[in-house]
């Protein structure tokens, strides 16, 4: 007869797993108790150029620049599709383990830690992590299971339907919801219980432009009043400075860009190598400093838009003198 007794290794990258996919916010360990080998007591994460095979024997790479994120750090992880921008994130939540490389969460390897309550995270799949029956059930299913009462469940629950204006949907069946919608309700069963780190694979993806501001006022409130930091995989190159104080580019399987939002605009031919689009305003702005026009590339797209406005006044000014 078989043995189905799990060896020690086996235990834990069950639990790992079993944490980030169902009990993504509960903490039974507090970080004073965690060995940090040397690091930053503020850094949270470190991935060093990490290999993962595939039980195909199928084998990812990603190496280049070394990944590290800091307590309430605002972090964009851009790349086209199929760079390894979701391979990164399984490795972080333990869900892949590298079979070459580092990969440091709280300080320890995620296969040799649980991960409860400290890291949630919300997939491109959306699908893959709904599992209410109503919209309010999905959102309640993290604190019922970490032991909440009732009363406070409803509390925590009714709270979080509030700050994302979800009330309109608390009583619906989550499958029968658009994209959109369904995004919105996994980023708030992702955060009712307040975790240290919050992941989002694309999550922003889908969503309609209210929507999309909306969650972005929600997660940036989020970063400011918890102190919880923020990853997230994104293609959409507009709306960096708006999510992110670092911005890493992946390109190929490797990171080749680590930097803010505003040094990367700085730097067109890293959107050529990443096969990536600047904002056209920024694509413009870096034109005309090539050519010699002086002129600042700035933050944001806004800030682009009001330099190149203020050049386009001045010239007007000087031929009409």
Request: aromatic share 6%.
């Amino acid at each position: 007869m078989p043995s189905w007794r799990m060896d020690e290794s086996e235990h834990s990258r069950f639990h790992t797993c079993f944490d980030v996919f169902m009990f993504p916010h509960h903490s039974y360990f507090l970080l004073a108790a965690r060995r940090f080998r040397g690091v930053s007591m503020s850094e949270i994460v470190r991935v060093n150029c990490i290999k993962h095979q595939y039980p195909d024997a199928t084998e990812v790479q990603i190496c280049g620049l070394s990944m590290t994120i800091h307590k309430g750090e605002r972090v964009a992880v851009l790349g086209p599709n199929g760079s390894g921008k979701t391979t990164l994130l399984l490795h972080i939540v333990g869900i892949l383990r590298p079979t070459e490389g580092e990969v440091l969460v709280f300080g320890e390897p995620p296969s040799k830690t649980s991960l409860h309550g400290k890291v949630a995270m919300v997939f491109q799949d959306v699908d893959e992590q709904i599992i209410g029956p109503t919209v309010w059930d999905d959102i309640a299913f993290s604190p019922i299971n970490y032991g909440h009462s009732p009363e406070e469940v409803k509390k925590m629950v009714n709270g979080i339907i509030e700050e994302m204006n979800l009330q309109h949907l608390a009583n619906k069946v989550p499958h029968y919801l658009s994209g959109g919608e369904k995004k919105k309700v996994a980023i708030a069963g992702a955060v009712v219980t307040h975790p240290k780190l919050l992941i989002l694979d694309e999550a922003l993806t889908g969503l309609d432009p209210k929507a999309k501001i909306e969650t972005i006022v929600f997660l940036n409130k989020l970063n400011k009043e918890k102190g919880m930091a923020l990853v997230i995989t994104t293609h959409e190159v507009d709306i960096l400075p708006l999510i992110a104080d670092t911005v890493y580019v992946i390109s190929e399987r490797a990171i080749i860009f680590k930097g803010t939002p505003s040094d990367l605009f700085k730097h067109p031919e890293i959107f050529e190598k990443a096969n990536l689009h600047p904002p056209p305003v920024i694509s413009l702005l870096n034109k005309l400093k090539r050519e010699g026009v002086p002129i600042e590339i700035t933050k944001t797209i806004e800030e682009a838009e009001d330099e190149l406005l203020k050049l386009l006044l001045t010239k007007k000014a000087k031929t009409t003198t």
